[in-house]
């Protein structure tokens, strides 16, 4: 089976840094994706990786490192529509079914 | 444009009723999903669907049921068997290799009366 865990709630100020960690136990792996989700909203696609290192859109970046099973999303220059929930999910051996992680709820401050 | 529709937004249900949720998308996408989120959680596979006819069960497949007679269409059945099955259902679609990007419909928020 997979599991993945991430923190339940981050706060950060408008214009800051912010680093959502994620690790994952998994019988299987093709990959880590992540995803947005505003309230009652549905999930939107953020990013992927699928070999370890960096992978940059805008201001988002995330990485993985497949040794430690660990992944982050790293959120910059923080506006307060960036106030949401955070998901990271683990793709099957196939790359097609996702697992999601609980999800990081995060509060962007003025 | 194209993307996923699903339909109703809100669903309300009486005990012991049967209902389906409705999923549709243009998408030309091979793969469906059927997905169940409770308030402050993650999200769940019910079930999903690699091809037309063919559905496999997902980790919360008890007291459901879905049928793929075409490409575009994954409908929920939500049964009586379903003990709590209040809930927002989420349902997703993506070409092989869907590690690269699920595209979600806008969800069905379900509850029970």
């Known amino acids: 089976g997979q599991s993945l865990e991430q923190p339940s709630e981050v706060t950060a100020v408008e214009g800051a840094i912010v680093q959502i960690n994620c690790t994952y136990q998994t019988s299987g792996f093709y990959g880590l994706s992540w995803y947005q989700q505003h309230d009652g909203g549905a999930p939107t696609f953020l990013s992927y990786?699928?070999?370890?290192g960096l992978e940059e859109t805008g201001r988002f970046s995330s990485f993985l490192s497949r040794s430690d099973s660990y992944g982050y999303l790293l959120l910059q220059e923080l506006q307060m529509k960036d106030s949401a929930s955070y998901f990271c999910a683990v793709a099957d051996n196939a790359g097609n079914m996702l697992t999601f992680g609980g999800g990081t709820r995060l509060m962007v401050k003025p | 444009d194209g993307g996923i529709t699903q339909s109703p937004k809100y669903l309300f249900r009486k005990e012991g009723q049967n209902v389906t949720l409705s999923c549709e998308q243009n998408?030309?996408?091979?793969?469906m999903y059927w997905y169940r989120q409770d308030p402050g959680q993650g999200l769940r596979l019910i079930y999903y669907?690699?091809?037309?006819?063919?559905?496999q069960k997902g980790d919360i497949a008890e007291g459901y049921s879905v049928s793929r007679e075409k490409k575009e269409s994954f409908p929920l059945t939500v049964t009586s068997a379903q003990k709590n099955p209040t809930a927002f259902y989420l349902c997703?679609?993506?070409?092989?290799?869907?590690?690269?990007?699920?595209?979600f419909g806008s969800g069905t928020r379900l509850t029970v009366v």
């Open positions: 997703a679609s993506s070409n092989s290799g869907g590690a690269r990007g699920y595209t």
């Open positions: 669907s690699q091809i037309v006819n063919d559905f």
């Open positions: 990786n699928g070999l370890d």
């Open positions: 998408l030309n996408h091979d793969a």
